[in-house]
C-alpha cells in the first residue's frame, strides 16, 4: 500500500515497512549487510558517482528514507556525494600491511551507525593495495532495504560492460531440477516414488526443526560458546575473516549435488562452524 501525500510545493510517496523490515530495523536487531569488493586497478570516485546518478533512482529502496517514527518509506531526493566516503589515507598510516589497514577500517565501520535521516546505505572507497587486489570497496546498506538480490541488483547497474552499456539486466537463473539427472530418464514410477520419498524426508525435516524451535523457546538453552554474546553484542566492534577458495569446486558440487551456489557456501560455513566448536567445546 502506497500513501501520496500532496501539497502546493511537493508531491512525497509513503509505503509502510513490512513486517520483516521492521524486524530488521529494531534495536534489538538492526542489521546492516556489509559487502566488500576488491578490485584488478585504483578506483576512480568520479565513475562510481556518474553511474549511481544514473541507476540508483531505478531501485525504490536505496531512494527512499525513513519516516521519523520508523514506520514508512519515503521517497527522497539521493545526494550519491553523500553516500560515496573516499577518506585521505596517510601512507605511513598504511605501512606495509594494506590488508590489516582494510581489516581495522571495516572493523571501526560496523561501530558506527549507519544516518536514518537519509537513505540507509554507503560505500567506502580505500586506494589500498593488498595481498588480492589494488582497491578495496566496502558497501554498508541495512537489512530492511531487501536482501542480497537488491544489493547484485544495483551493483550489477553500476558496472555494467563497457562493451554493451545498455545492457543492465541480471543474469537469468536456470530453473533448478527437482529430480537428479539419472532418473529423468527412468520410468515414470520410479520418478514417482523419489518425488513422494523427497515430499515425506520434506515434511519430516519441517516438523522436526518446529519441535527444536519449541523446546528451546520453552526450556532448551543453547550452548554456551563465543559465539553467543550478551545483550550488548551487537555494539562490540565486528572483524570479518575470509578465504578464498575456487570457484570451479563449488560448482562441481553444486552440479553434483542438485543445489544452488549459495546452498553450497552455506553449507561449507555451517560445516566449519560445527567442526570448529565441537572440536573446542564439544566435551563441555
Known amino acids: 500500500m502506497k500513501v501520496r501525500i500532496t501539497n502546493e510545493e511537493e508531491v512525497v510517496e509513503e509505503q509502510p515497512l513490512s513486517p520483516m523490515a521492521r524486524v530488521f530495523q529494531s534495536p534489538e536487531v538492526d542489521y546492516c549487510a556489509v559487502t ?63 590488508q590489516g589497514f582494510v581489516d581495522d577500517y571495516i572493523s571501526r565501520l560496523t561501530t558506527i551507525p549507519l544516518d536514518r535521516s537519509r537513505p540507509l546505505w554507503d560505500m567506502h572507497i580505500l586506494n589500498v593495495k593488498t595481498s588480492d587486489a589494488e582497491a578495496v570497496g566496502v558497501i554498508r546498506s541495512h537489512h530492511s532495504l531487501g536482501d542480497g538480490m537488491s544489493l547484485i541488483s544495483l551493483m550489477l547497474a553500476c558496472t555494467h560492460n563497457t562493451l554493451d552499456p545498455d545492457n543492465t539486466a541480471i543474469p537469468s537463473l536456470k530453473r533448478r531440477q527437482t529430480v537428479p539427472h539419472g532418473l529423468r530418464k527412468q520410468g515414470w514410477f520410479l520418478r514417482f516414488l523419489f518425488t513422494v520419498g523427497s515430499t515425506t524426508r520434506l515434511i519430516w525435516n519441517t516438523f522436526v526443526d518446529m519441535l527444536l524451535l519449541l523446546a528451546t523457546i520453552l526450556f532448551l538453552e543453547d550452548t554456551k560458546t563465543p559465539l553467543k554474546g550478551g545483550a550488548d553484542v551487537g555494539r562490540n566492534p565486528t572483524r570479518f575473516y575470509r578465504r578464498t577458495i575456487s570457484l570451479e569446486d563449488i560448482k562441481l558440487i553444486k552440479n553434483a549435488m542438485n543445489m544452488t551456489i549459495n546452498d553450497v557456501l552455506l553449507g561449507v560455513t555451517q560445516a566449519a562452524l560445527s567442526r570448529y566448536l565441537n572440536r573446542f567445546y564439544g566435551k563441555h
Open 36 to 98: 566488500i569488493m576488491g578490485f584488478k586497478t585504483k578506483f576512480c570516485p568520479d565513475v562510481l558517482l556518474d553511474a549511481l546518478k544514473h541507476n540508483v533512482s531505478k531501485h525504490p529502496r536505496f531512494s527512499t528514507k525513513l519516516s521519523e517514527d520508523g514506520a514508512k518509506w519515503i521517497e527522497t531526493q539521493v545526494n550519491v556525494e553523500d553516500h560515496v566516503i573516499v577518506p585521505n589515507i596517510d601512507p605511513e598510516e598504511i605501512g606495509e600491511d594494506g
